[in-house]
């Protein structure tokens, strides 16, 4: 066999194990043909020297918003796409949004394959958020949605006025969903308890950005995750809450995965690394703290962080996704939306960060590849399983994504710990295209020296940067999810035996 590519001398990490020094990577056609010693080149084979490097999974993004109608200085797939790669992402995951007066999902998901085919420099696939589930769209449109246009998961809002969902409308989706094998995404935020806090604040002239912090608090998180998971129990559908903030929602996440019922976590970076405080104002800047408005929001205090990382390292979280959701800054239809008349009004600033580049150096950094096993938070195998594995098997990408193994796709991340020193993230060094990073000035431990997708190298830190091409990523038909925590058929504590069949179709 002769390869296109054979990587070599590097360590390479796999979701359970990191492989003994010495295994070669043979890469033909954008597959990873085989795993062995002195693979055989010729000069035809392209040969990438990993020496005292490790080698994990290409990334993959779960949750990634790009051209969003609400977010209009938002990354589009060109740019979201290229920040991907430059930060160790080959795939990600995008929302396709049902507008409230769409009755077809067809035409949106249209327009969304319009504006991702052809300007995409990673591998993509699509997650529907349903803002408008009529019996329509769940009999007879969801079903095509799954198997035909490979769109098996949803995303479900518990807040935001134009996008919330009531408990029955959340209930007739899970059950939709589940019949299907779609993966139900939740973003759990008690919708009336913030709205409340919302007209207390600004009744009380409470509006700069800070406030947003303080409208909606844990509890309000809390509840609708409890919420989430009890209406998740009653009809037997597997979910996944996404972006948790909070130790008291994680735990009971935590407390339904004992008791073996399919439900999932998600957190991202920013929840792991910054706090409230960050929505202060700068002196020379009142304004400033919009740049941190995301929801839920950063919260007060550092033990928060603290919990958060030990969901992390006792498996209570399945994935860590960026929730890249970002808007520019310094722009009249951007974060400034919330400053009007010269008077910030937190309620109306674009909610979300970016962070699609920055997620995979950021977690790296709290690895064993980089601390020692004293201070690492997380083991090099639960690293791939955060960022990539997990990811691929939930939403249906993992005959082929996720794993480096024979007839994967060739979808590799290259860190060289040590030699290339430490990286402080600043907005100049990235490729998204909003005009702020969150995390500007944090100090990373390592960063990706090259990306490969499909057997190409995309990302080549020292020569070249982005090097990938704008129309070499690929739509991903997914196939259906498997759930990872826990398992369908669960009795519902004081429910009779099988006593849904009296209900349920
Ligand atoms: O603040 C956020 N996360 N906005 C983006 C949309 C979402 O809820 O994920
Ligand atoms: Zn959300
Ligand atoms: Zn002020
Ligand atoms: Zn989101």
């Known amino acids: 066999m002769e390869f296109d590519l054979v990587v070599k001398n590097g360590r390479i990490v796999t979701a359970s194990e ?135 998961s949803v995303k479900l809002y518990m807040t935001y006025d134009p996008m919330k969902l009531n408990d029955r409308e959340l209930l007739s989706i899970m059950m939709a969903c589940r019949a299907l094998g779609m993966t139900t995404m939740i973003h759990a935020e008690n919708s009336d308890m913030i709205a409340l806090i919302i007209d207390g604040l600004e009744a009380n002239g409470n509006t700069d950005p800070f406030f947003h912090a303080v409208a909606r608090p844990r509890i309000a998180e809390d509840e609708a995750s409890y919420r989430a998971i009890s209406l998740s129990e009653l009809v037997d559908a597997p979910i996944l809450i996404v972006h948790m903030s909070s130790e008291t929602a994680m735990t009971h996440v935590r407390k339904a995965q004992t008791r073996l019922l399919p439900v999932h976590a998600e957190t991202c970076p920013h929840y792991l690394y910054l706090l409230s405080e960050e929505l202060k104002s700068k002196p020379h800047d009142h304004f400033a703290g919009a740049k941190h408005v995301c929801s839920p929001p950063l919260r007060h205090y550092p033990q928060d962080l603290e919990a958060l990382w030990q969901g992390i390292a006792n498996g209570t979280f399945t994935v860590v996704s960026s929730d890249h959701a970002p808007s520019k800054y310094d722009h009249p239809d951007g974060k400034k939306l919330g400053f009007v008349d010269g008077i910030p009004r937190f309620a109306k600033i674009p909610n979300g960060l970016p962070g699609l ?37 939930m939403y249906g990408l993992a005959d082929r994504k996720g794993s480096i193994a024979p007839g994967y796709d060739a979808d590799i991340v290259i860190w060289h710990p040590g030699t290339n020193g430490e990286t402080t993230i600043t907005q100049d060094m990235l490729h998204h295209g909003v005009d702020y990073t969150p995390f500007e000035g944090l100090r990373v431990r390592n960063w990706p020296r090259y990306t490969i997708l499909r057997g190409e190298v995309v990302w080549n830190k020292d020569e070249g940067g982005v090097v990938g091409k704008a129309d070499y990523g690929q739509y991903l038909k997914r196939g259906p999810g498997q759930v990872i925590v826990g398992k369908t058929g669960q009795k519902v504590h004081g429910m009779l035996e099988n006593e849904r069949q009296y209900w349920m179709h």
Not at 44 to 54: F, L, P, S
Not at 357 to 376: H, I, Q, V
């Open 18 to 152: 990191v492989l003994p020094l010495g295994l070669e990577i043979g890469v033909k056609d954008g597959k990873i043909s085989c795993l062995g010693t002195s693979l055989p080149t010729s000069q035809n084979t392209k040969i990438v020297d990993a020496e005292g490097a490790y080698i994990t999974p290409g990334g993959i993004d779960s949750h990634v918003h790009l051209a969003q109608a609400n977010s209009p200085t938002g990354d589009g797939f060109e740019t979201g796409t290229r920040s991907a790669i430059a930060g160790g992402t080959t795939t990600i995951i995008a929302f396709v949004t049902q507008e409230r007066e769409q009755l077809s999902l067809f035409p949106m998901l249209e327009d969304y394959h319009a504006k991702a085919k052809g300007v995409s420099s990673c591998d993509y696939g699509f997650h529907y958020i349903l803002t408008n589930p009529t019996k329509e769209i769940l009999r007879n449109e969801l079903p095509i949605i799954a198997r035909k246009e490979g769109i098996t």
């Open 357 to 393: 580049e920055t997620r995979m150096a950021l977690l790296f950094s709290e690895s064993e590849a980089c601390l020692s096993p004293d201070e690492a938070r997380i083991g090099l195998p639960k690293f791939v399983q955060l960022t990539s594995t997990n990811a691929a098997k």
